[in-house]
């Protein structure tokens, strides 16, 4: 095995450094292998160690050298022309039955460049990353609602709590707490088909850009995969303002659907807002739950607006789990969307109502780039690691696929400073 190579003979020319050269060469067969485990362990300091099982030896600095040139000449093929040879994603020969763009944010800690160890970003170095996929799948249509009733986890008092744990709403505890009944006088009908769509591709993106420019991204991954030429077209977010600014600027044409997980969460913590007793509220939520599930949003707002008036005006300076402010919020989310929350009609047309994918993504990314002391250089370290684990993520081989393909080996050889005389 050869993994580093001497420049000259073993030993080095006093001029390397001017020449635009380094010391070592890592091989094609080495630049993969330390990439790919990079991207998937969670620091450099650990793909170190595997690569010795992978019997390669190179410190953890050369490992981040590598993912730095590597992630950029991602970003590069990222933002390249969608019908150039530079794009990532490969050629679609035809339209999907159904495309699905879903996106979200998350958060990585980062630290100025050229600065060290240590934070040194304002608000403990937290910056927000944005992250998209982009699903190629098959759908069933329906006649009629192929679910109208809700599916029996979102009937489930502890299951509920939990999900609603997870949203940034920093509300009051959950309601599964001793006194809540797992059970309801009405039960949900099972699940006679399973309508939901099957994911045949997913890509990925994810970036420290700006939404605009993270919007035209996704944009040109989208044309790349023929998403625009799909039978039917999907676009699905949480209730963020920066993702339906991306869907009117790039995809005006794709059905919007407001994550329904979001949807309950809200309407989980009103329920508990206006109801003293833990029966009652629970009961409340079912209710409400059965009427967004089932298209009657106007009513759901109708019973809020109601409860707002008996409970009056929220004063400034109360605390986030007031019953005002709980009930007041959960009215202007309900109002904002409502446009985006025919759930039926989406049911019947086999398109998706949950961003589950989306979700499961960022987890998947936040493994790799957001733990106790990973800080990242801002932007350049940050932006390259976050290209690489998009691409090992993609199930479309891309990054074996760049690896394999890649220009020079940039590794070794530096631009030539402009003053050097021709040889």
Not at 72 to 83: N, V
Not at 97 to 110: F, K, P, Q, T, Y
Not at 133 to 156: G, S
Not at 389 to 394: D, E, P, Q, V
Request: charged residues 30%.
């Amino acid at each position: 095995m050869l993994v580093i190579v001497p420049i000259v003979g073993g030993t080095f020319s006093p001029l390397r450094e001017d020449l635009g050269l380094d010391a070592r060469q890592l091989t094609p067969v080495a630049v993969r292998k330390i990439t790919r485990l990079a991207a998937e362990t969670r620091s450099f300091e650990r793909a170190v160690i595997a690569l010795e099982e992978a019997d390669v030896r190179v410190s953890a600095k050369t490992v981040e050298r590598v993912i730095l040139d590597v992630g950029g000449e991602l970003a590069a093929r990222r933002d390249a022309d969608p019908k150039s040879d530079e794009a990532l994603a490969l050629p679609v020969e035809d339209a999907p039955d159904l495309a699905i763009v879903e996106c979200d944010g998350g958060r990585l800690r980062c630290r100025e460049p050229g600065h060290g160890p240590g934070v040194h970003l304002e608000g403990s170095g937290w910056r927000e990353d944005k992250n998209a996929c982009l699903i190629r799948a098959k759908r069933q249509t329906f006649a009629d609602d192929p679910q109208p009733e809700p599916p029996e986890c979102f009937c489930d008092p502890k299951h509920v709590a939990k999900i609603a744990e997870t949203e940034a709403l920093s509300l009051a505890a959950p309601l599964a707490a001793p006194g809540y009944r797992g059970e309801s006088d009405e039960q949900p009908a099972p699940l006679a088909i399973d309508w939901r769509p099957r994911r045949l591709v997913r890509t990925v993106l994810s970036s420290l850009a700006e939404s605009k420019e993270f919007g035209r991204q996704m944009k040109r991954e989208a044309r790349r995969r023929g998403f625009y030429k799909a039978a039917a077209k999907a676009f699905l977010g949480d209730g963020l303002p920066w993702n339906w600014s991306i869907w009117k600027a790039c995809f005006p044409e794709f059905t919007p659907i407001l994550d329904f997980i979001h949807v309950l969460s809200y309407l989980f913590h009103a329920a508990k807002a206006v109801h003293d007793s833990p029966d009652d509220a629970w009961s409340q939520y079912l209710v409400w739950l059965r009427g967004c599930w089932q298209g009657d949003c106007e009513q759901v707002l109708q019973e809020l607006r109601a409860w707002k008036a008996k409970l009056g005006e929220a004063p400034e300076g109360v605390p986030e789990n007031d019953p005002r402010l709980l009930v007041a919020k959960t009215i202007g989310y309900l109002e904002h969307n409502l446009s985006r929350m025919d759930y039926p009609s989406y049911r019947k047309q086999g398109l998706p109502i949950t961003t589950a994918w989306m979700e499961s993504l960022v987890k998947e990314i936040n493994y790799r780039v957001k733990g106790t002391e990973m800080f990242w250089n801002n932007p350049d370290g940050a932006e390259a690691i976050l290209q690489v684990r998009a691409a090992a993520l993609s199930e479309d081989n891309r990054l074996l696929r760049h690896l394999k393909t890649r220009p020079g080996y940039q590794f070794t050889r530096r631009p030539k400073p402009p003053n050097l005389p021709s040889q």
